[in-house]
Structure formats: C-alpha cells, structure tokens
C-alpha cells in the first residue's frame, strides 16, 4: 500500500531545496508562486537572512533601521568564520562611534547563539556595570525575538549577567551568556567564544603600569583559562599604550592572532578594507573633514590613540623626547669620546608600588669638560629586564667588565643588604669562571633615595634639557618610560636604575642639590 507523504514534510522539503538555490532562481519562483506561498518563501527568506551575518540580523530585527558599512562587513566575516566551527583568535581596532561594540559585542553574539545554541559566550569589559549592559542587551532580543529567532530563554536563568538557552530539542546541553568586569572572578564559567571589549576604562588606566599589569595577570591567570576547546576569543582594544593589552599580545605572540586594524584615516596601502592613506573609514557617517575637526578638538595623543589606533607616548611630563633624540650619539660617533667615569646602576624589582617585575640595569659615562657645567653624560646600556637574583646580579656584572666600569650603585630602600650580596656573589662567580678578564671588582655605592621620584628625576631632566645627556644609540624601553612617566604613577624601574647612574656621575649627592640622597660611604673594592 502507498502512504503519502504528510503535507507539511513535503513543504518542508521543497522549503529546503529552495534555499539551496541561487538568488535570481528564488526571485523567480516568488513571482510565480500564490499569494500562500509567497507568504512562506517570505518566512524563508527572513530566515536565510538572520542566518547569514550578523549585520544582516540586525537589519532584519530592526527593520533596516541598523547601519552597514564596508568595515563593519570585517567584523561579520569573522563571526561568520567562527560560527562555521574555525578557530580564531581576532584583535579588532577601530575609532569610537563607528559600530564595533554594537556590532561585535550585541549584535555579533546574538547571531552566534542562534547558530549555535548549545555555544556559551563570555564577555568582558573594564566594569561589570559595562559587560552587564551587554549582556543585558542580548537577552532583551532574545525576549522579544524568541519565536523569529527560533531560540528561547531558559525560565531558570534569565539574569543579564548569565542567562541560559534553552536546550535544543536533538540535545540536552544549554547554550547561554556570562559577562564579568575584566578583573573579576570567571570561576567555574567557560566559554566557547570569548570576547573582551575595552579592557581599559580610559587614558589614565591605560597609562598606569600597575593597572596594565593587573588586566594582564586577569587575561592569562583567569580569561584564557576558561576556554572550552576550539574555543575562539575576539578582542577590541583602543590602543590608549604601547603595553596595553593588545601590545602584550602583540609582544608575545603575534602568531596567533588575526589583527584587523582600522585606524580613523588610512595609513598605509596595506589598509584591510584597500584605502588610499589618508581616506576615512566611514565617510557616510564622518568623512575626512570632520575627522580633521576632531584631531583639532582631541589633541594629538588622543587622536593617535582613540582614533589611528598608533598610541604616542606622554610628553610634557618630566621629560620631553626631543632633549632625548635632538643629543643622541651612534656608537660610532661615540669612539671618540673619552671617558672619565663608567657606573652601572641598579634598581631591584618590587619597590613600593608592589608590582614591579623588572630590575633596572642601566650604565652611563662621564667625559670631563673644561668645567663641572661642561662635563658631557652618556648612556651606555640598558639591560633592565625580568630577572631572577642570580640572573641580574650576573647581568649587572657582565656589563660592568665589557665597560670597564669604575662603581656600581645601588639603591637600598627594599632588600639593600641582600642587593649587595647578590652582586658579590655573581662577580665571585664570573671570578671562578676566569670571565672577569683580571678586573677588581668595582666598588658598590649605596644610595637611599629620600625624596620623591620627582625631585630625584628633575635634576636629570634638567641636564637633558640641556643637552648635556646623550644616548648612545637606541634604548626604546628606557625611553619610552622617561617621556611616559608622570609624578605619581608607579616606579619605572629602567629610569630610576638611569637617574641613580646620572646622579652619579653629575655628583648631585648633596643637601644642596634638588635631588636629595642619602649616599653611603663606598665601601672600596671587594
């Protein structure tokens, strides 16, 4: 006997196969269908759009109201990627008000769910109040959407900081959101796609060394480990710094992410969306003249920062970069100089902002001029870094004997009995290695800085200023700090290591100098 097929499987099937067919083919099938089915194909078509991007969800559930642009086509085409099951881990960098949270925060993560609903999606921001408005956001969709969308609340889990799916009928696993300020706990949550979006509240955040270092410990100890496998993770980072989030990553392993950045006006002839330089990303919503009126109104660093996504470093601080690059010296200009004093500072990690990890190392000369005004200063060397006691303590010395340097100097306001001993005991070992080529041993003067950073550093500043200072080559990191550092950010270690050389050598070690230390009898050779 011959069962037919029930009425609505069959619909079901030509429904199937009408979306497999090309655009022109659809249109003409519409035309000649009834009224009904015209009705159905129209269902169809609504649905095939919501399923193809995330822009195209948005025009659909906002009635065409949700702005498109070429740039913001970049950011559906990698939800799009991810969705479809690839692995990607993405850094996204665009001037504000051009749609990237709107679209990669809310709209991005709603069409991810509905493509996958058994998916979990955790997103972060600089303040749980922030991370909350978006998750907020998503779940008001899924409220008044839920029978376009195809996908439903879960009744139990409906918070705007973690709401729940429910599971889909072929599966019993629920798909949902959690949002979390960067910073805070992730414990027991994983994620399937991860995004962080502005992990920095601001410039001054961005700015501060120990609030940098914070989001980074929170982004390796407790983000990165929440990842289910296969996981993907997006990041949109306005570039405030050079060592914000996206500089460490960048830094450490560039690898592994795709970085899709869109300054405000094109850079280069290597633009991701094929600008000219100097062509705006948006010229619909701003074109290149009001982008000028806005670069006049934020201020250069702003600018660069905020909207070219090139961060420029502070000036008018203490230091300014063209004391530094206007006197700097190649080392082969630098052959001719006779130096009468050769020091190697040191400024051990862990001073009094308690999250320093890096121990400054930095040696400088002093060439003789016909009078004290006219001595001349060199820096020599910077070979700060992250370092173990025994690490720098061998690093210190192994400069001091490439150098032939006359003194070390040390500061001794955290650990300074046991700086003197790390020093002692790597130069013995350097000795028993037969590496120190013959040389004593360089005296060790201790140093006790008294006064604030500020009023050690101008003194210094001060003879930059006057061109009295030359770098000899290029010691970015060092550099970088000098011209960043403000008066009450945390201690930077490679600039405290170069201001204690400096003074030094410039013998700014008395009461009636600005730069008020108090400096230890050296103690002679070992």
């Known amino acids: 006997m011959k069962t037919a097929a029930p009425d609505d499987l069959f619909e079901d099937s030509l429904l199937a196969h009408y979306r497999t067919l090309p655009a022109p083919e659809r249109r003409r099938i519409a035309a000649q269908a009834s009224p009904e089915v015209r ?83 955790m997103l972060a ?41 429910e599971a889909p009928r072929s599966s019993s696993v629920r798909g949902g959101m959690v949002t979390a300020g960067v910073g805070g706990s992730l414990t027991g949550k994983g994620f399937s796609l991860g995004i962080i979006d502005d992990p920095f ?27 289910a496998p296969g996981a993907s993770i997006i990041l949109i980072n306005t570039r405030w710094h050079e060592d914000d989030l996206s500089g460490r990553i960048l830094a450490t392993e560039p690898e592994n992410w795709t970085l899709i950045d869109l300054p405000a006006l094109a850079l280069s002839d290597t633009d991701p969306l094929g600008r000219a330089p100097g062509e705006a990303l948006w010229p619909a919503q701003y074109d290149a003249d009001e982008l000028a009126r806005t670069k006049r109104a ?46 190697v500072a040191i400024d051990p990690s862990g001073g009094a902002g308690g999250t320093n990890d890096e121990t400054g190392i930095v040696a400088a ?26 690490a720098w303590g061998r690093e210190a010395c192994q400069v001091a004997i490439e150098l032939r340097a006359d003194a070390f100097v040390i500061e001794t306001n955290f650990g300074g009995d046991m700086t003197r001993q790390v020093l002692i005991q790597a130069w013995q070992e350097l000795e028993r290695q037969g590496l120190t080529g013959g040389m004593t041993m360089p005296r060790i003067i201790e140093v006790v800085a008294k ?19 030359h770098h000899v080559g ?16 945390d201690s930077p270690d490679r600039m405290d290591a170069a201001v204690h050389a400096l003074t030094e050598l410039a013998n700014l070690t008395t009461d009636t100098t600005i730069g008020r230390y108090k400096r230890t009898t050296p103690r002679g050779r070992r």
């Open 39 to 121: 009705l159905r194909l129209a269902w169809v078509e609504r649905q095939m759009a919501m399923d193809r991007a995330p822009g195209s969800l948005a025009a659909v559930l906002t009635e065409g109201r949700e702005k498109q642009a070429p740039h913001l086509d970049l950011i559906d085409g990698v939800f799009r990627r991810i969705a479809a099951g690839e692995r990607m881990q993405v850094m996204l960098t665009m001037p504000p008000r051009h749609g990237k949270s709107q679209r990669a925060s809310r709209w991005g993560p709603l069409w991810y769910l509905r493509r996958n609903p058994t998916a979990r999606v």
């Open 125 to 165: 921001s600089y303040g749980a109040d922030l991370a909350d408005d978006h998750g907020r956001w998503v779940r008001d969709q899924l409220r008044e959407h839920s029978a376009t969308l195809g996908i439903r609340l879960d009744d139990a889990s409906r918070a705007a900081n973690r709401f729940d799916l």
């Open 201 to 227: 509240k601001g410039s001054d955040d961005a700015n501060s060394p120990a609030q940098r270092g914070r989001v980074w410990d929170w982004y390796q100890s407790v983000f990165y480990t929440r990842r």
């Open 298 to 343: 934020v201020g250069e660093r702003v600018w660069w920062a905020l909207y070219q996504q090139q961060p420029r470093p502070l000036e008018g601080g203490v230091w300014q970069w063209a004391w530094i690059t206007g006197t700097r010296t190649s080392p082969a200009a630098f052959r001719g100089v006779d130096l009468s004093r050769i020091v």
């Open 365 to 390: 000369g002093r060439a003789e001029g016909g009078k004290l005004q006219d001595n001349q200063y060199y820096v020599l060397d910077d070979r700060s870094g992250r370092h173990g006691a025994n």
């Open 451 to 469: 006064q604030g950073k500020r009023l050690r550093a101008e003194p210094i500043a001060q003879l930059y200023e006057q061109g009295l200072v």
């Open 474 to 489: 290029e010691w970015a990191a060092l550099e970088t700090q000098m011209v960043t550092w403000l008066p009450g950010m």
